[in-house]
């Protein structure tokens, strides 16, 4: 229901563009989008507000990291632009459900999950 792509290894400084296909029954009123470091705890990156496309962005790449749609709201792209190694994690988007937004508990639905790797 929801599918992710376009994860890769990249040099520092460069940009790579994530997206999420999803289906209908997923999108409900946020999508959002997270990351997991080996060793780490999944972290909340932003989301997107179905209603009126409004977005919120984790202060730790609030100004690198922007989320988007395509016109009809099928596809969710994730821009990361200057990445650095700390940004190497396996990146997943996924659907609201109830309670809070930056707590991955909080999502009914979830995509398997891309690879980025920054590496010179």
């Known amino acids: 229901d929801l599918v992710e792509s376009g994860g890769g290894l990249v040099k520092p400084g460069q940009s790579l563009r994530l997206s999420c296909a999803r289906s209908e029954r997923t999108f409900s009123w946020a999508i959002s989008w997270f990351r997991q470091a080996p060793g780490k705890d999944r972290e909340f990156l932003g989301l997107?507000?179905?209603?009126?496309?409004?977005?919120v962005y984790a202060d730790s790449v609030k100004g690198r990291f922007s989320i988007s749609t395509n016109s009809d709201k099928s596809t969710i792209y994730l821009q990361m632009n200057n990445l650095n190694p700390e940004d190497t994690a396996v990146y997943y988007c996924?659907?609201?459900?109830?309670?809070?937004?930056?707590?991955?508990?909080?999502?009914?639905?979830w995509g398997r999950g891309t690879q980025v790797t920054v590496a010179s």
């Open positions: 996924a659907s609201h459900g109830s309670g809070r937004a930056d707590i991955p508990s909080s999502y009914y639905f």
């Open positions: 997107i507000k179905r209603v009126d496309g409004g977005t």
